[in-house]
């Protein structure tokens, strides 16, 4: 673990960061380089999600690392009971402001379950033990909701990652296409 280590609900002026999380753990860009372009473009309607609450991807549903005041990562994660109504609402501003129609994946969560979004950690504290911090942090928020299980989606094309989550606890129970990828979900039984 790293010295220093602070993890705290992310602020409206984390947005760009929590943005840029987002889209790093989508594998849209990447969270240390310099975005541009299309990219920038991308960055300012996403961040415009982060800063109003109700959403998915807002701020108010993200908790941030620190070390020595420096942001190193970050998971947005929220109860499944939320889900539907703040999925309608980000889904709803994506095809009103950039034409992006998200309607037809499946329901990741529900009531419940305390979902772990996404998540992702600037290189430079990768292997530092950031992310299972943050990951320790978001079961532990699942646990004072008193929810049943925590559940999280992983790529399958993402074999080492699934294998972490597995050590960690967490049990493959389900299938889903969405998002153009195929996904397993996993859950922790609490």
Same mark, same amino acid.
């Given at each position: 673990?790293?010295?220093?280590?602070?993890?705290?609900?992310?602020?409206?002026?984390?947005?760009?960061?929590?943005?840029?999380?987002? /889209?790093?753990?989508?594998?849209?860009?990447?969270?240390? =380089?310099? $975005?541009? @372009? !299309?990219? &920038?473009?991308? +960055?300012? %309607?996403?961040?415009?999600?982060?800063?109003?609450?109700? /959403?998915?991807?807002?701020?108010?549903?993200?908790?941030? =690392?620190? $070390?020595? @005041? !420096?942001? &190193?990562?970050? +998971?947005? %994660?929220?109860?499944?009971?939320?889900?539907?109504?703040?999925?309608?609402?980000?889904?709803?501003?994506?095809?009103?402001?950039?034409?992006?129609?998200?309607?037809?994946?499946?329901?990741?969560?529900?009531?419940?379950?305390?979902?772990?979004?996404?998540?992702?950690?600037?290189?430079?504290?990768?292997?530092?033990?950031?992310?299972?911090?943050?990951?320790?942090?978001?079961?532990?928020?699942?646990?004072?909701?008193?929810?049943?299980?925590?559940?999280?989606?992983?790529?399958?094309?993402?074999?080492?990652?699934?294998?972490?989550?597995?050590?960690?606890?967490?049990?493959?129970?389900?299938?889903?296409?969405?998002?153009?990828?195929?996904?397993?979900?996993?859950?922790?039984?609490?």
């Amino acid at each position: 673990m790293i010295d220093n280590l602070l993890i705290r609900d992310a602020r409206i002026e984390d947005s760009m960061f929590v943005a840029r999380c987002l /889209l790093a753990a989508m594998e849209m860009v990447s969270l240390d =380089a310099v $975005v541009e @372009g !299309e990219d &920038a473009v991308l +960055l300012d %309607s996403v961040v415009n999600s982060c800063v109003e609450e109700g /959403l998915l991807y807002s701020y108010c549903n993200a908790r941030v =690392a620190e $070390v020595k @005041g !420096e942001l &190193a990562g970050c +998971l947005i %994660s929220y109860d499944g009971g939320g889900y539907e109504a703040m999925r309608e609402a980000t889904f709803g501003k994506l095809l009103k402001e950039n034409g992006i129609d998200l309607t037809g994946n499946p329901m990741e969560t529900g009531p419940g379950e305390y979902y772990l979004d996404s998540m992702a950690v600037v290189s430079k504290y990768r292997g530092l033990g950031i992310g299972h911090s943050l990951m320790s942090d978001g079961i532990a928020r699942a646990r004072s909701l008193g929810v049943s299980s925590v559940v999280l989606l992983v790529d399958e094309e993402h074999p080492r990652l699934l294998a972490y989550y597995e050590q960690l606890g967490f049990v493959p129970c389900d299938m889903m296409e969405a998002f153009g990828a195929r996904y397993i979900k996993l859950a922790l039984a609490l």
